[in-house]
């Protein structure tokens, strides 16, 4: 996850929704929750500010899912579409 912005953010919130069954089963370097197909997923402590130009990595999850594997097309940062 990259901040391509000129400011910091701080606090970070990123969202998107499968497009299938799929279900997180762990989460690491975030704080997942999933409601059916929505997730939201919140910074930790130590990854609260992206500096502008930088970026989070290792930001990753496992799942679930019974049938095909669609991957999730649209997800925003803070509000705003990702690239």
Not at 2 to 16: D, E, I
Not at 57 to 79: K, M, R
């Amino acid at each position: 996850m990259q901040n391509t912005g000129s400011a910091s953010l701080s606090n970070w919130t990123l969202q998107w929704s499968f497009p299938g069954n799929q279900s997180i089963t762990s989460f690491w370097n975030g704080v997942a929750n999933q409601s059916g197909a929505q997730v939201i997923v919140k910074n930790q402590s130590y990854n609260a500010t992206i500096p502008a130009g930088a970026s989070v990595s290792g930001v990753g999850f496992t799942a679930n899912i019974t049938g095909a594997n669609a991957t999730p097309v649209s997800f925003t940062l803070n509000g705003s579409v990702c690239k």
